[in-house]
T-cell receptor, first 114, second 113 residues
């Protein structure tokens, strides 16, 4: 079945540091890939997505590229801010138009220190 | 913009009691998903509905049931509550056949004492 393996946390960085959170997946067919972010006490918010190989999703300075050859979707940000402190979940689902539910990774807690 | 509405936001129950959570999807979204997130855990898929019919089933206990109504809102009913049911329950919605992006509600936090 589908699975997502995510870099374990917690990750602690200083403000303006470079961020990478690794994510690899196992899935049949051509899944869509997502990063969701969860701030303390809040729900899951979509951060970015990619629906086919070599697509790059980007939002709020975060980027991730769908790499089919390495089955990866690593999250990166060049300069993190204190406000980026949250839990980040990598997830996959079926191709566009399918109703397959999301499968989440285990989440990575990011803390950014001033 | 309208979002996914969940109620109640917080619920405290005793063991063996029953709880009902409600989810109101975004207008014109006809597919609803329920997820359970235990403390420090990733969200686990419970069940989904499309056009009032169950479309997929995940790790939902037999003590739980859910349905989607004609106005597309959904309810998750949990009976014989156990301490381990304490979790954040998320509902998400999407338009069927549309972009494969789920929009999540803020969640309902259930505490079982």
């Amino acid at each position: 079945g589908d699975s997502v393996t995510q870099m374990e946390g917690p990750v602690t960085l200083s403000e303006e540091a470079f961020l990478t959170i690794n994510c690899t997946y196992t899935a049949t067919g051509y899944p869509s890939l997502f990063w969701y972010v969860q701030y303390p006490g809040e729900g899951l918010q979509l951060l970015l997505k990619a629906t086919k190989a070599d697509d790059k999703g980007s939002n709020k300075g975060f980027e991730a590229t769908y790499r089919k050859e390495t089955t990866s979707f690593h999250l990166e940000k060049g300069s993190v801010q204190v406000s980026d402190s949250a839990v980040y979940f990598c997830a996959l689902s079926g191709p566009s138009g399918s109703a397959r539910q999301l499968t989440f990774g285990s989440g990575t807690q990011l803390t950014v220190l001033p | 913009a309208a979002g996914v509405i969940q109620s109640p936001r917080h619920l405290i129950k005793e063991k063996r009691e029953t709880a009902t959570l409600k989810c109101y999807p975004i207008p014109r979204h006809d597919t609803v998903y329920w997820y359970q997130q235990g403390p420090g855990q990733d969200p686990q898929f419970l069940i989904s509905f499309y056009e009032k019919m169950q479309s997929d089933k995940g790790s939902i206990p037999d003590r739980f049931s859910a349905q989607q109504f004609s106005d597309y809102h959904s309810e998750l009913n949990m009976s014989s509550l156990e301490l381990g049911d304490s979790a954040l329950y998320f509902c998400a919605s999407r338009p069927f056949g549309g972009a494969n992006v789920l929009t999540f509600g803020a969640g309902s936090r259930l505490t079982v004492l």
